[in-house]
């Protein structure tokens, strides 16, 4: 028997058997370039919360609604009407008043316009920065404006 002769007998004979291994090898390199992808994505490391306590609270410029985590160098603004509610990492919260804007830093934060408070806890070292000024909360609460 010829070499010709038997390898078309072979593969019509067992064709469903072939035909399944070609699709799980096409399955297999469509899984593989899927998985791939997944690892290829930025992580963002998160330095809080930001809870809307009033409509009218941007993040980024982009209306947020309920609770969302924050990274470093977002700015958080409330309109008119708006106040929102921002607890970091470290224990430290504030509260922004209407027509306010403050952007994060890890450990820091910059209140570029309009009215807040914030209360930092004993272990806190967060600095707050306005107007050039910088001030060090370590367990303390201060309204500024």
């Known amino acids: 028997m010829s070499r010709r002769s038997w390898v078309p007998a072979v593969l019509?004979?067992?064709?469903?058997?072939?035909l399944a291994l070609v699709c799980h090898a096409l399955a297999a390199l469509l899984l593989l370039r899927d998985v791939r992808g997944t690892y290829e994505r930025k992580v963002v490391v998160s330095v809080g919360e930001l809870q809307v306590v009033h409509a009218?609270?941007?993040?980024?410029g982009t209306p947020v609604n309920g609770v969302?985590?924050?990274a470093a160098g977002?700015?958080?603004?409330t309109?008119?009407?708006?106040?929102?509610?921002?607890?970091?990492?470290?224990?430290?919260?504030l509260v922004l008043d209407?027509?306010?804007?403050?952007?994060?830093?890890?450990g820091s934060l910059s209140l570029e316009r309009g009215?807040?408070?914030?209360?930092?806890?004993?272990?806190?070292?967060?600095?707050?920065?306005?107007?050039?000024?910088?001030?060090?909360?370590?367990?303390?609460s201060v309204a500024l404006e």
């Open 68 to 70: 969302r985590r924050l």
């Open 115 to 140: 009215r807040a408070m914030v209360a930092g806890v004993p272990a806190s070292r967060t600095t707050v920065t306005l107007a050039g000024a910088t001030i060090l909360l370590a367990g303390s």
């Open 79 to 93: 309109g008119p009407d708006g106040r929102g509610r921002l607890r970091l990492d470290d224990g430290t919260s």
């Open 56 to 60: 009218d609270v941007r993040l980024q």
């Open 12 to 18: 019509a004979e067992h064709w469903p058997v072939w």
């Open 98 to 106: 209407r027509d306010a804007r403050v952007v994060l830093s890890p």
């Open 74 to 77: 977002d700015a958080v603004e």
